[in-house]
């Protein structure tokens, strides 16, 4: 029997404010779960701490809502121990790049076949309205920095593609079919694929609300960069609210260990003393 | 639209993630003990399920085509009504959410009325006309329902406890 979008949420609702886009993108991956025909025993998501980590716990799939900015190593040690699964990774900005970042960059060089998907508002939501990673300079809506961060904002895209990451694409939650298709092609290109979506806070950034204007889907997935430099160029033209696929690269895929060659009598052999 | 199957597609579609929409927004006003909103969108998801029924008896015996997210030919971004996402807000007023679903069912009475106009196949022409004609009644109740409910006071969203509040 074909499994439906709905048979990959769970019975609990989410507690996510009324108008969060987050709502979106949840739709977004159980949609693409079913596009897929994912057996839901076969499908396991998971998160670290923030509102988006919430995720798992709204899906029928396996999850793991585990510690914060770990939820890459943890998808990572999940996928090598069981590659016959189809892992998600999902989280915010602030879980993702900043108390994760290293793992994030290692996660894309490693190259392991998982999909992330970073949602990406540029605030610290769960614990009321921080400046984050990915927050603008100049922004003013904290109290914590009324004068804005003052620090250029991590650029996730740049930091995947040189870091190795295989399939680099960039939603918008107000335009959750498409995000739907991203996350598809995500996880049926092989090695590490990210997809980071803008999802509006609607309760600290408000103003969000207008990334319905900002955002264009001016990368066609038909039409991605196959090769880094191109793929840097884009970037070097981007916005920060292009929407598409950015990259499909052919980076070797982190596999299952050879296997062994020797016994280990014999390799013991070779450091008798 | 080519055919019926492809139209049935697309309304049962449009239906489904319209009554998915209303019960989700439901749930969410429902944890911040919005009740009267919460029950118009039980209310509007009721409807939309009601005429989800319709539309899948409709299609019994034709083999539907299976359409991926992306590839419906809506209008817009998503399915034309369900109301989008970021419209709400957690003290949003009965009036908010009447003049949501109010633009949500003009949005499915337009698409529905577009078909009816463009379409090459004569019988979608015609179920895409009646389906047109049912979103007009609802667009008509639902300015009724408008028009008897007041309007918010200016501060509507003020809250005492404001989720934003840094102390």
Request: proline share 6%; aromatic share 10%; charged share 20%.
């Amino acid at each position: 029997m074909m499994l439906k979008a709905q048979d990959y949420k769970s019975d609990v609702k989410p507690v996510w404010c009324p108008g969060c886009g987050d709502f979106a993108v949840l739709s977004a991956i159980t949609k693409a779960l079913a596009e897929l025909q994912v057996p839901r025993e076969d499908a396991a998501v998971v998160s670290g701490i923030g509102c988006s980590s919430r995720i798992p716990a709204y899906t029928s799939v396996y999850g793991f809502h585990s510690i914060h900015g770990r939820a890459l190593p943890i998808a990572t040690g999940l996928k090598a121990a069981r590659p016959d699964l189809t892992v998600f990774c999902a989280g915010g900005d602030g879980d993702g790049f900043s108390i994760g970042g290293n793992h994030f960059i290692h996660a894309c060089r490693r190259n392991v076949d998982l999909t992330y998907i970073v949602m990406d508002n540029e605030v610290y939501g769960m614990t009321k309205g921080q400046a984050s990673p990915t927050t603008d300079a100049a922004w003013t809506g904290s109290k914590l920095t009324p004068e804005g961060p003052g620090v250029a904002p991590f650029r996730p895209l740049e930091m995947a593609l040189s870091a190795g990451a295989n399939f680099i694409a960039r939603g918008f939650s107000g335009d959750p079919n498409f995000v739907v298709r991203l996350i598809v092609e995500a996880v049926r290109h092989p090695g590490f694929s990210l997809v980071q979506v803008l999802s509006p806070c609607v309760t600290f950034r408000p103003e969000q609300r207008a990334w319905k204007e900002t955002t264009h889907a001016d990368w066609a997935p038909e039409s991605a960069c196959t090769n880094r430099r191109d793929a840097f160029l884009k970037l070097l033209d981007d916005d920060g609210f292009t929407t598409g696929v950015l990259y499909k690269g052919n980076n070797p895929v982190f596999g299952k260990p050879q296997a062994a060659t020797a016994t280990l009598e014999e390799l013991e052999k070779g450091f008798a003393l | 639209m080519n055919n019926l199957a492809e139209f049935l597609a697309h309304a049962i579609t449009l239906e489904d993630e319209s009554a998915q929409r209303f019960d989700e927004l439901a749930d969410a006003l429902e944890v911040h003990h919005n009740g009267d909103v919460v029950e118009l969108f039980r209310k509007m998801a009721h409807y939309s399920r009601l005429h989800l029924a319709d539309a899948r008896e409709r299609a019994t015996g034709l083999d539907l085509p299976r359409l991926a997210a992306w590839e419906y030919k809506w209008p817009g971004a998503e399915s034309p009504e369900a109301i989008e996402v970021f419209d709400v807000h957690y003290k949003m007023t009965p009036f908010h959410a009447l003049t949501a679903a109010l633009e949500s069912e003009k949005q499915g009475q337009a698409f529905y009325a577009h078909i009816a106009e463009t379409a090459a196949d004569p019988g979608v022409r015609t179920l895409a006309a009646e389906f047109a004609a049912e979103e007009a009644d609802h667009v008509t109740l639902l300015q009724g329902w408008l028009a008897r409910t007041p309007p918010p006071e200016d501060h509507w969203s003020e809250d005492m406890d404001p989720p934003a509040a840094v102390d």
